[in-house]
């Protein structure tokens, strides 16, 4: 019964009409994933259409990445169907910091520069080690990161690089995993992350300091 729970709740729900248009409608009488259904006599092209991923991303970080995103923000027609869509841009040296979609698996694929990429496992079972399974990619070349797991992406070469994500869900979240250690809201007590990562307090209070900001 445990095995059939889990697997049913891997990724986004079935959706049980043809689609499911977002709309931030309280009066609206039906919602699914969270989300107020729009009226599918008042559906529209539109509702299924979006821009810009032929540029990049305005917001920037102390990383040096950018990124623009097709998800249920941007594009209500995706509610329901499971999927989204990011185009990440790596200048020089940028890195694309250890994250976590804690609500999706993703496919990257790399359509200009170099990436070296990877992500870690977790420790599912007694005496087994946490693996590092990493690659460097190519224009053309495509990477899975399972989902929940720590993953990276940095340039590795001389010039830009761009690359597209694909998400099996509408909504994959991202949890950048130094900001939430270091940066979150209250912060952690020092004496923990100290502990934790075996460091004196004065290197937590000084990490700390840096990321007194909003970085994504």
């Not at 299924?48 to 950018?66: E, K």
């Not at 070349?141 to 990276?152: Q, R």
């Not at 007590?189 to 100290?194: E, F, K, P, S, Y």
């Amino acid at each position: 019964m445990a095995l059939v729970t889990s697997i049913s709740y891997a990724s986004d729900p079935s959706p049980l009409q043809d689609f499911c248009v977002a709309i931030n409608d309280p009066k609206s009488h039906v919602m699914v994933n969270g989300r107020f259904c729009k009226n599918p006599e008042l559906v529209t092209a539109d509702d299924f259409f979006t821009s810009g991923l032929n540029m990049p991303g305005n917001a920037s970080n102390q990383f040096g990445v950018t990124g623009v995103s097709a998800n249920i923000n941007s594009l209500p027609g995706i509610n329901t169907l499971g999927i989204s869509l990011a185009r990440i841009d790596y200048p020089p040296h940028a890195l694309n910091s250890f994250h976590t979609n804690p609500r999706a698996s993703e496919i990257l694929v790399v359509l200009e520069g170099t990436l070296y990429v990877g992500f870690v496992t977790s420790t599912s079972a007694p005496n087994v080690k946490n693996r590092l399974f990493s690659k460097i990619l190519h224009p053309g070349d495509a990477f899975v990161f399972p989902m929940g797991l720590i993953h990276f992406q940095l340039n590795v070469g001389k010039t830009k690089a761009v690359a597209f994500s694909a998400f099996g869900g509408q909504s994959p979240g991202l949890n950048i995993i130094t900001n939430a250690l270091f940066g979150s809201h209250p912060p952690i007590n020092d004496d923990i992350l100290a502990k934790a990562f075996q460091i004196d307090k004065k290197i937590v209070d000084y990490i700390q300091s840096q990321y007194q900001w909003d970085n994504y």
